[in-house]
DNA sequence: AATGTGGTGTCAGTCACTGGCGCAACGGCC
DNA sequence: GGCCGTTGCGCCAGTGACTGACACCACATT
């Protein structure tokens, strides 16, 4: 039915999304995804490993952007305010699929074993901002932390912006950040 | 064939972690290490919800066990403190599996799923930590991070223990401490 | 026209996991 | 002693995620 199979692709991942929201996603079928897509369940499994990848297509460029954003960011920054103003760049990405965004976020927030991919996927994106860091001469252990806090923090960002668009993506990383320094301060004890 | 039930279960684990050693985790059935222990496959789910949870029995436990160390910690110390007592409280409970922990970490560490689900549990306990401190008085956010950062510095200690248990798990626990102390100076930007 | 390539349909198979039923071993309780 | 609720288990039948192999078709290259 499709010639590019881009095409194809992109109807699984819209129908993926409908019928996990409209059954829940334990009791959707890979067949019944496929069936509203017009393919087979055959070609599901061609375009995406398993049932939960559907949802994190987006994250190996999304990995790529941060890291080359990293790469590219001034020299003389400290490792926070370089991963701010990476995250500020690819934040456009994610402003242009909003509207997948918020379903999207409530079913990994409702299926356990869609939480265990996001971390996991958070995992590698931390690990792969920390290497960023690394290469622009970051000690080894501080990136690590640094990309850790970093993430976590911009995910924190994320999810408040995808409860309340009215608001710029940018202003809530400027606060979220805020908050990261403050405490930033109040873990070093012994106080 | 076994009376008390808890005999089966003991079997199951020391059988799902020598078959997943030796044929490794994706080419082993819950079939074989059933068979390997005695008793049916459907037996096996009985114990335990699914293939992978088996390498993960003890980890409510070392929860709850947290969770109370932190409850009881004396007043008036810092948070990462207090994480660290509890830590050195419970740590006694791995140094008595620490043969059950090596071929285990490696398992986890060479495949994905495995590594998908440990770091599901470490959130869960680092929400739990989070918890924890808060009923100390201690504010939201700083909790959750020192969470998070105290737990990522236990599991970097443990890893390190079980890669050379002649020094102590205190040790190493002191140590990995001392160095977090430090990095939280330079995460203060921006310098 | 011949040839190659990429996306797909079809079919058969494995394996994780679930529900339901019946059985047998225990532990109280009279 | 006999009665009975509970618990752990075997057995069977079923669903659904995922895989490998093969054939087909549309399209581009030459």
Redesign the pocket.
């Given at each position: 039915?499709?010639?590019?199979?881009?095409?194809?692709?992109s109807r699984l991942k819209q129908a993926a999304l409908e019928l996990y929201r409209e059954n829940g996603f334990?009791?959707?079928?890979?067949?019944?995804i496929?069936a509203r897509a017009?393919?087979?369940?055959?070609?599901f499994?061609?375009?995406?490993?398993?049932?939960?990848?559907v949802l994190f297509d987006g994250e190996a460029d999304l990995r790529e952007d941060l890291a080359q954003s990293v790469a590219e960011a001034p020299e003389g920054l400290a490792p926070l305010e370089i991963l701010l103003r990476a995250f500020k760049n690819t934040g456009r990405i994610m402003e242009r699929n909003l509207p997948f965004a918020e379903p999207r976020r409530d079913l990994i927030a409702a299926t356990p074993t869609l939480r265990e991919r996001n971390l996991a996927k958070a995992a590698t994106l931390a690990e792969a901002l920390a290497e960023a860091l690394r290469e622009r001469g970051v000690e080894d252990r501080l990136a690590r932390l640094a990309a850790q806090a970093g993430w976590a923090t911009f995910h924190h960002a994320t999810q408040a912006w995808i409860s309340d668009p009215t608001r710029s993506l940018d202003d809530y990383l400027d606060e979220a950040f805020a908050d990261l320094r403050t405490l930033g301060a109040g873990v070093q004890l012994g106080q």
């Open positions: 039915m499709p010639r590019s199979g881009a095409e194809a692709r334990d009791k959707t079928t890979t067949a019944e496929a017009g393919v087979t369940e055959r070609t499994f061609r375009h995406f490993p398993d049932k939960r990848e």
